[in-house]
Nanobody
């Protein structure tokens, strides 16, 4: 069983930065693709970024390319999302997720961390 716990959310002014972390418990963290999603009020949950098992391959939503950076430290069982040049439209609950089975279907989720960007 895997448990995920996000941290690092908060309130920041537009143009500011935040770094989210996602700590995983359980074995085999380094074997799995991981991702960050976000859900704004009244909207569907959207994929923000993914990172491969070895951390060499990453993907980003167009809306965050060039501003957000996903990374992982397998020695610490932790994934990160560095968010720079934040915009009010980045306001959402951010979730980390782990894909252990069918590619693209995430099996484990964290509880979410709120990010609020003021204008």
């Amino acid at each position: 069983q895997v448990q995920l716990a996000e941290a690092g959310g908060g309130l920041v002014q537009a143009g500011g930065s935040l770094k989210l972390s996602c700590a995983a418990s359980g074995r085999g963290f380094s074997d799995y693709v991981m991702a960050w999603f976000r859900q704004a009020p009244g909207k569907e949950r959207d994929l923000v970024a993914t990172i491969s098992r070895n951390g060499e391959a990453t993907t980003y939503a167009d809306s965050v390319k060039g501003r957000f950076t996903i990374s992982r430290d397998d020695a610490k069982n932790t994934m990160y999302l560095q968010m720079n040049s934040l915009k009010p439209e980045d306001t959402a609950v951010y979730y980390c997720a782990l894909d252990v089975g069918i590619p693209g279907e995430y099996d484990y989720w964290g509880q979410g961390t709120q990010v609020t960007v003021s204008s």
